[in-house]
């Protein structure tokens, strides 16, 4: 059992080891140094910064015609 950042209570499966959230990863959760870790969900900022990086690395391979896609 595991409280989330929500308070709410969710039962996910015993995980000890990375192999175990291998073979059985729960939802909504990631494994982040040797701990079981609930993900968050993209935020507004996360969107932004994606699109910039797009932005950015299309209008390099523009530039430099390199050809491909981003």
Do not use: A, C
Request: hydrophobic share 35%; charged share 20%; aromatic share 10%.
């Amino acid at each position: 059992m595991l409280v989330s950042k929500h308070n709410e209570i969710v039962s996910i499966p015993e995980i000890h080891s990375l192999e175990d959230f291998i073979v059985n990863p729960p939802d909504g959760m990631e494994w982040v140094n040797e701990q079981l870790v609930e993900k968050t969900g993209m935020t507004l900022k996360h969107s932004e910064i994606q699109g910039n990086i797009y932005f950015y690395w299309r209008s390099y391979i523009n530039s430099n015609q390199q050809g491909g896609k981003v």
